[in-house]
Protein backbone atom coordinates (compact mmCIF):
# COMPACT_ATOMS: atom_id res chain seq x y z
CA UNK A 1 0.00 0.00 0.00
CA UNK A 2 2.82 2.43 0.98
CA UNK A 3 4.71 1.27 -1.84
CA UNK A 4 2.01 1.94 -4.36
CA UNK A 5 1.12 5.88 -2.72
CA UNK A 6 4.97 6.51 -3.24
CA UNK A 7 4.79 5.20 -6.93
CA UNK A 8 1.66 7.27 -7.21
CA UNK A 9 3.68 10.93 -5.38
CA UNK A 10 6.61 10.58 -7.45
CA UNK A 11 4.87 9.85 -10.51
CA UNK A 12 2.95 13.26 -9.87
CA UNK A 13 5.88 15.05 -8.77
CA UNK A 14 7.98 14.06 -12.35
CA UNK A 15 4.52 15.16 -13.83
CA UNK A 16 4.38 18.69 -11.77
CA UNK A 17 8.08 18.98 -12.97
CA UNK A 18 7.24 18.42 -16.57
CA UNK A 19 4.69 20.59 -16.75
CA UNK A 20 6.87 23.46 -14.92
CA UNK A 21 9.61 22.99 -17.62
CA UNK A 22 7.24 22.41 -20.42
CA UNK A 23 5.50 26.01 -19.71
CA UNK A 24 8.83 27.32 -19.14
CA UNK A 25 9.77 26.23 -22.67
CA UNK A 26 6.68 26.93 -24.85
CA UNK A 27 6.31 30.46 -23.34
CA UNK A 28 10.35 31.57 -23.87
CA UNK A 29 10.25 30.18 -26.99
CA UNK A 30 7.70 32.35 -28.24
CA UNK A 31 8.99 35.21 -26.52
CA UNK A 32 12.39 34.23 -27.90
CA UNK A 33 10.85 33.88 -31.21
CA UNK A 34 8.99 37.48 -31.09
CA UNK A 35 12.63 39.28 -29.93
CA UNK A 36 13.90 37.65 -32.76
CA UNK A 37 11.20 38.76 -35.39
CA UNK A 38 11.83 42.47 -34.04
CA UNK A 39 15.56 42.19 -34.52
CA UNK A 40 14.72 40.83 -38.15
CA UNK A 41 12.20 43.18 -39.36
CA UNK A 42 14.50 46.28 -38.42
CA UNK A 43 16.70 44.79 -40.77
CA UNK A 44 14.25 44.18 -43.08
CA UNK A 45 13.07 47.98 -43.13
CA UNK A 46 16.24 48.92 -42.71
CA UNK A 47 17.40 47.24 -46.10
CA UNK A 48 14.24 48.63 -47.82
CA UNK A 49 14.97 51.83 -47.12
CA UNK A 50 18.03 51.87 -48.82
CA UNK A 51 17.27 50.77 -51.25
CA UNK A 52 15.04 53.78 -52.14
CA UNK A 53 17.23 55.82 -54.16
CA UNK A 54 17.82 59.82 -54.68
CA UNK A 55 19.19 60.72 -58.70
CA UNK A 56 20.69 64.07 -59.04
CA UNK A 57 21.11 65.07 -62.28
CA UNK A 58 23.44 67.75 -63.62
CA UNK A 59 23.16 69.81 -66.31
CA UNK A 60 25.23 69.72 -69.67
CA UNK A 61 27.54 72.00 -68.40
CA UNK A 62 28.83 70.24 -65.41
CA UNK A 63 32.73 69.11 -66.51
CA UNK A 64 34.00 65.65 -65.56
CA UNK A 65 35.93 67.74 -62.82
CA UNK A 66 32.43 69.10 -60.90
CA UNK A 67 30.86 65.33 -61.05
CA UNK A 68 34.32 64.09 -59.97
CA UNK A 69 34.23 66.68 -56.85
CA UNK A 70 30.82 65.29 -56.20
CA UNK A 71 31.76 61.90 -56.10
CA UNK A 72 34.11 62.72 -53.46
CA UNK A 73 31.85 64.89 -51.42
CA UNK A 74 29.24 61.68 -51.17
CA UNK A 75 32.39 59.57 -50.09
CA UNK A 76 32.82 61.27 -47.13
CA UNK A 77 28.92 62.44 -46.32
CA UNK A 78 27.68 61.18 -43.58
CA UNK A 79 23.67 60.43 -45.10
CA UNK A 80 25.24 58.55 -48.28
CA UNK A 81 25.49 54.62 -48.14
CA UNK A 82 26.43 54.07 -51.69
CA UNK A 83 26.44 55.81 -55.01
CA UNK A 84 26.56 55.19 -58.12
CA UNK A 85 27.90 57.82 -61.31
CA UNK A 86 25.84 56.82 -64.12
CA UNK A 87 27.17 58.75 -67.77
CA UNK A 88 23.79 60.03 -69.67
CA UNK A 89 25.68 57.04 -72.54
CA UNK A 90 25.01 54.51 -70.04
CA UNK A 91 21.24 55.84 -69.34
CA UNK A 92 20.84 56.02 -73.16
CA UNK A 93 21.63 52.45 -73.51
CA UNK A 94 19.35 51.18 -70.59
CA UNK A 95 16.51 53.39 -71.94
CA UNK A 96 17.45 51.42 -75.45
CA UNK A 97 17.56 48.00 -73.76
CA UNK A 98 14.23 48.85 -72.48
CA UNK A 99 12.17 49.89 -74.85
CA UNK A 100 14.33 48.14 -77.61
CA UNK A 101 14.44 51.21 -80.15
CA UNK A 102 17.67 53.68 -80.58
CA UNK A 103 15.58 56.80 -79.49
CA UNK A 104 19.00 58.66 -79.52
CA UNK A 105 19.61 57.57 -83.46
CA UNK A 106 16.07 58.87 -83.45
CA UNK A 107 16.24 62.05 -82.59
CA UNK A 108 19.69 63.20 -83.68
CA UNK A 109 21.18 63.62 -80.01
CA UNK A 110 20.94 62.46 -76.51
CA UNK A 111 18.35 64.33 -73.84
CA UNK A 112 19.46 62.73 -71.18
CA UNK A 113 21.52 64.31 -68.18
CA UNK A 114 24.55 62.20 -66.20
CA UNK A 115 23.55 61.34 -63.18
CA UNK A 116 24.60 59.41 -59.20
CA UNK A 117 22.16 57.08 -57.99
CA UNK A 118 22.77 57.90 -54.20
CA UNK A 119 21.24 54.98 -51.47
CA UNK A 120 20.93 56.78 -48.16
CA UNK A 121 21.61 55.32 -44.68
CA UNK A 122 18.18 54.25 -43.33
CA UNK A 123 18.47 56.46 -40.48
CA UNK A 124 18.51 59.41 -43.60
CA UNK A 125 15.57 57.74 -45.10
CA UNK A 126 12.80 60.05 -43.20
CA UNK A 127 10.47 62.89 -43.95
CA UNK A 128 12.53 65.38 -42.76
CA UNK A 129 16.35 64.07 -43.04
CA UNK A 130 15.77 63.51 -46.47
CA UNK A 131 14.20 67.57 -47.40
CA UNK A 132 17.13 68.81 -45.67
CA UNK A 133 19.60 66.37 -47.73
CA UNK A 134 17.84 67.65 -50.69
CA UNK A 135 18.01 71.41 -49.71
CA UNK A 136 21.39 70.99 -49.23
CA UNK A 137 22.29 69.55 -52.35
CA UNK A 138 20.39 72.18 -54.72
CA UNK A 139 22.85 74.79 -53.58
CA UNK A 140 24.99 73.48 -55.89
CA UNK A 141 24.30 75.20 -59.12
CA UNK A 142 25.55 72.72 -61.56
CA UNK A 143 22.62 70.78 -59.99
CA UNK A 144 19.59 70.66 -62.77
CA UNK A 145 16.77 68.43 -61.01
CA UNK A 146 16.77 65.84 -57.72
CA UNK A 147 14.45 62.68 -58.32
CA UNK A 148 12.89 60.47 -55.47
CA UNK A 149 9.91 58.36 -54.16
CA UNK A 150 8.46 61.21 -51.87
CA UNK A 151 5.15 58.90 -51.66
CA UNK A 152 6.86 55.87 -51.10
CA UNK A 153 9.32 57.45 -48.38
CA UNK A 154 6.67 58.35 -46.28
CA UNK A 155 4.63 55.11 -46.82
CA UNK A 156 7.41 53.00 -46.08
CA UNK A 157 8.00 54.93 -42.92
CA UNK A 158 4.22 55.45 -41.35
CA UNK A 159 3.94 51.63 -41.56
CA UNK A 160 7.06 51.04 -39.99
CA UNK A 161 5.48 53.04 -36.98
CA UNK A 162 2.23 51.18 -37.12
CA UNK A 163 4.05 48.11 -37.43
CA UNK A 164 6.78 49.28 -34.46
CA UNK A 165 3.43 50.03 -32.65
CA UNK A 166 2.07 46.79 -32.65
CA UNK A 167 4.93 44.76 -31.86
CA UNK A 168 5.84 46.16 -28.63
CA UNK A 169 1.95 45.87 -27.69
CA UNK A 170 2.17 42.33 -28.74
CA UNK A 171 5.59 41.56 -27.14
CA UNK A 172 3.69 43.50 -23.81
CA UNK A 173 1.18 41.15 -23.59
CA UNK A 174 3.07 38.37 -24.11
CA UNK A 175 5.88 38.81 -21.27
CA UNK A 176 2.64 39.30 -19.49
CA UNK A 177 1.16 35.73 -20.29
CA UNK A 178 4.70 34.61 -19.95
CA UNK A 179 4.32 35.52 -16.51
CA UNK A 180 1.29 34.37 -15.53
CA UNK A 181 1.51 30.86 -17.30
CA UNK A 182 5.27 30.27 -15.11
CA UNK A 183 3.65 31.71 -12.47
CA UNK A 184 0.56 28.98 -11.98
CA UNK A 185 2.64 26.18 -13.26
CA UNK A 186 4.72 26.78 -10.09
CA UNK A 187 2.09 27.84 -7.86
CA UNK A 188 0.21 24.34 -8.88
CA UNK A 189 3.74 22.19 -7.92
CA UNK A 190 4.04 24.35 -4.61
CA UNK A 191 1.04 23.47 -4.20
CA UNK A 192 0.85 20.13 -3.45
CA UNK A 193 3.98 20.84 -1.01
CA UNK A 194 2.25 22.85 1.46
CA UNK A 195 1.92 20.18 4.18
CA UNK A 196 5.64 19.53 4.06
CA UNK A 197 6.25 23.40 4.30
CA UNK A 198 3.71 23.85 6.91
CA UNK A 199 4.96 20.85 8.81
CA UNK A 200 8.62 22.11 8.23
CA UNK A 201 7.94 25.68 9.71
CA UNK A 202 5.96 24.08 12.90
CA UNK A 203 9.27 22.28 13.86
CA UNK A 204 11.00 25.21 14.07
CA UNK A 205 12.48 25.46 10.56
CA UNK A 206 13.02 29.37 9.64
CA UNK A 207 11.65 30.35 5.99
CA UNK A 208 14.31 31.51 4.81
CA UNK A 209 15.70 27.65 5.24
CA UNK A 210 12.02 25.87 4.18
CA UNK A 211 12.32 28.50 0.81
CA UNK A 212 15.99 27.63 -0.34
CA UNK A 213 15.19 24.03 -1.80
CA UNK A 214 11.98 24.55 -3.76
CA UNK A 215 13.27 28.26 -4.92
CA UNK A 216 16.70 25.88 -5.99
CA UNK A 217 14.62 23.26 -7.51
CA UNK A 218 12.42 26.48 -9.66
CA UNK A 219 15.49 27.51 -10.74
CA UNK A 220 16.85 24.56 -11.95
CA UNK A 221 13.52 23.39 -13.95
CA UNK A 222 13.71 27.31 -15.50
CA UNK A 223 17.24 26.61 -16.49
CA UNK A 224 16.37 23.38 -18.24
CA UNK A 225 13.05 25.12 -19.48
CA UNK A 226 15.24 28.28 -20.87
CA UNK A 227 17.72 25.85 -22.22
CA UNK A 228 15.40 23.73 -24.20
CA UNK A 229 14.08 27.11 -26.03
CA UNK A 230 17.53 28.32 -26.90
CA UNK A 231 18.16 25.27 -28.42
CA UNK A 232 14.78 25.29 -29.87
CA UNK A 233 15.92 28.92 -31.05
CA UNK A 234 18.87 28.04 -32.51
CA UNK A 235 17.43 25.12 -34.57
CA UNK A 236 15.29 27.98 -36.14
CA UNK A 237 17.56 30.20 -36.97
CA UNK A 238 20.06 27.67 -38.91
CA UNK A 239 16.76 26.07 -40.60
CA UNK A 240 16.04 29.71 -41.73
CA UNK A 241 19.39 30.84 -42.51
CA UNK A 242 19.90 27.46 -44.86
CA UNK A 243 17.08 28.14 -46.42
CA UNK A 244 16.61 31.69 -47.19
CA UNK A 245 20.35 33.03 -46.86
CA UNK A 246 19.74 36.02 -48.73
CA UNK A 247 18.32 37.38 -45.49
CA UNK A 248 21.16 37.29 -43.74
CA UNK A 249 19.64 35.92 -40.30
CA UNK A 250 22.59 34.82 -38.16
CA UNK A 251 25.03 38.46 -38.91
CA UNK A 252 23.39 39.88 -36.26
CA UNK A 253 25.34 37.14 -33.98
CA UNK A 254 25.68 39.82 -31.00
CA UNK A 255 21.70 40.74 -30.93
CA UNK A 256 20.98 37.04 -31.13
CA UNK A 257 23.40 36.30 -28.22
CA UNK A 258 21.39 39.24 -26.45
CA UNK A 259 18.16 37.70 -27.45
CA UNK A 260 19.49 34.11 -26.14
CA UNK A 261 20.84 35.13 -23.05
CA UNK A 262 17.40 37.58 -22.32
CA UNK A 263 15.71 34.24 -22.47
CA UNK A 264 17.64 32.63 -20.64
CA UNK A 265 17.47 35.29 -17.99
CA UNK A 266 13.70 35.62 -17.79
CA UNK A 267 13.56 32.36 -17.12
CA UNK A 268 15.98 32.33 -14.60
CA UNK A 269 13.94 35.21 -13.23
CA UNK A 270 10.09 34.07 -13.35
CA UNK A 271 10.94 31.24 -11.82
CA UNK A 272 12.81 32.14 -8.65
CA UNK A 273 10.15 35.37 -7.72
CA UNK A 274 7.60 33.08 -8.70
CA UNK A 275 8.30 30.17 -6.06
CA UNK A 276 9.52 32.98 -3.57
CA UNK A 277 5.80 34.25 -3.67
CA UNK A 278 4.21 30.66 -3.87
CA UNK A 279 6.00 29.84 -0.90
CA UNK A 280 5.75 32.85 1.12
CA UNK A 281 2.05 32.40 0.89
CA UNK A 282 1.95 29.48 2.12
CA UNK A 283 3.87 30.26 5.04
CA UNK A 284 1.85 32.68 6.04
CA UNK A 285 -1.35 30.48 5.88
CA UNK A 286 -2.94 29.15 8.58
CA UNK A 287 -2.90 25.44 8.94
CA UNK A 288 -6.51 25.04 8.52
CA UNK A 289 -6.87 26.80 5.66
CA UNK A 290 -3.99 24.64 4.06
CA UNK A 291 -7.63 21.89 3.52
Known sequence: MSSSYDKFQKRRLISSYF????????????????????????????????????TVFFKNEANDTILKSFGTELKTAKFAKSFVYVTKE?????????????????LGENPLQNSFDIHLKADYVERDSISKIESRLRKNAMISDIVYDKQLVNLVNDNIKKVSMWILIIS??????????????????IHSNRFIIKTMQMVGATKAFIRKPFVMRSIRL???????????????????????????ILNDKLLIGLVLLSVFGIGILITWLSTYFATQRFLNLRTDDLY
Do not use: W
Not at 90 to 106: L, N, R, Y
Not at 175 to 186: D, F, Q, R
Not at 222 to 246: C, E, Q, R
Open 19 to 54: SVVLSVFLVLFLLGMLGLFIINSKKLADDFKENIAM
Open 172 to 189: GFLAVIAVLLINSSLRLS
Open 90 to 106: SAAKQHTDIIGEDFVTF
Open 222 to 248: GMIGSGLAIIALLAVLIYLDSNFPNLG
